[in-house]
């Protein structure tokens, strides 16, 4: 029996789906391969209705993954991919909140028990190619969600032998240097905010670069889409130029590969499109 080519992206919270993948989603989604999003908390620590911040009095974090996990949904609709998957857990908050203690955390649950969870996914979906962030949790971001959604991908990975090619998510230093280059041309203003010179992923690591040109309207409607937490997406108040050329191509660094692959990639799948049977 054949093997459908199948796409699982593994992220921490709603709306991380937009930036660094949106584009494969789409584009893969349109080639007739399989697309998975796992999303693996319900995002309670983002800012509410009121624009109230997490821990600040009023703040309902009941209420704030409700809305969040609706917005996801609006996001996938434009992406256009296949199946959503929802671990559930609960949103840890950045590094450093109160949110970090709390005990259903998704960064306090032990690896083993959440890679189980996504263990059955991948034994269900069975995909070729799957994608998540690094072990800083994408680029030196630190995030204690995203660094969990590394922990249990890669154990994950080990443990069903399934995935032929494992990717984590890459933000070249040299685009992260234009980005900003072209936001002070444009006069978006940042605040305090400036990457620090080891923030990105090195440029020699990334080994593949996908061209998502045609589906960079998609991601921003993707983006758009998360509405409550506009305030925190900083690439919304950026120029038409800028965005369309921000959101033209995704970056990963290749960890795994079962298959022979060239040195430098712009498509995940190579090496697997004649190999499914």
Sequence with gaps: M???????????HPDDECLSTG???ARYTEEGIRTVLVTCTNGEQ???????????PGHDDAAVARR?????????????????ELLGYRDSGMEGWEANAHPDAFANVPVETAAGKLAALMEHYRPQVVVTYDATGGGGYGHPDHVQAHRITVAATERTGIPDKLYYTAIPRSAIKRMFEMMGEHGVDLGDFT???????PDEQVT???????YAERK??????????????????MPEEAQQEAFSHEAFERVLSKVKSPKREDDLFAGLRDTTA
């Design 2 to 12: 054949d093997r459908q080519l199948t796409l699982m992206v593994v992220h921490a």
């Design 68 to 84: 969040r996990l609706g917005e996801l949904r609006e996001s996938v609709g434009h992406l256009g991919l296949n199946h959503l």
């Design 23 to 25: 584009g494969i989603l």
């Design 195 to 201: 990457p620090s010179d080891d923030f990105g992923t």
């Design 208 to 214: 593949s670069i996908v061209d998502v040109t045609p």
């Design 46 to 56: 983002g800012d509410d209705d009121g624009g109230r911040k997490p821990g600040e």
């Design 220 to 237: 921003l409607k993707s983006l758009r889409a998360h509405e409550s937490q506009g305030e925190n997406i900083f690439l919304l108040r």
